[in-house]
């Protein structure tokens, strides 16, 4: 569950929070502003807050991990094109391929046909992957 979202159904301020379980406001501030992902904290800094919280350590950092695997589903499962194309590309990559803008172009272009023209993918899975591999 969102750290934002409990302090506000449980109606605690981020400064009473930081009093309470003895996290630094720094630190607090940069967990609820997606600067620090939770789920890379210490356990202690987990402890502390979810005691104050009342809530388990594990409701603290799951939202991050069902973030972080829906991320890593986005890479599987996709069109045979466009599966060769993203291959394509990060072996043009790897191995400093000097038709790299060419693979670009190529992969941008299954990612556009798989979202629009066939509508295989989603425009959240499209963005994903043009944000991962093609703005760099």
């Known amino acids: 569950m969102d750290i934002n979202t409990i302090l506000k159904e449980k109606g605690i301020t981020k400064y009473r929070l930081t009093k309470q379980s003895g996290v630094p ?31 388990s350590m594990e409701s603290l950092i799951q939202e991050e991990y069902a973030e972080a695997e829906r991320q890593r ?10 599966q060769h194309d993203l291959d394509a590309y990060k072996k043009g990559l790897k191995e400093g391929s ?7 172009a190529e992969l ?6 798989a979202e629009i ?11 994903y ?8």
Do not use: F
């Open 25 to 55: 406001h720094a630190t607090l501030n940069d967990i609820c502003s997606g600067k620090t992902n939770i789920g890379k904290c210490s356990a202690e800094t987990l402890y502390r807050i979810s005691r104050v919280l009342e809530v």
């Open 73 to 82: 589903s986005y890479e599987y499962g996709l069109p045979e094109y466009l």
């Open 98 to 104: 000097t038709l790299i803008d060419c693979l670009w």
């Open 108 to 113: 941008y272009g299954s990612i556009n046909m």
């Open 117 to 127: 023209s066939d509508g295989i993918i989603t425009p959240e899975h499209a963005n």
């Open 129 to 136: 992957l043009r944000q991962k591999y093609l703005w760099r």
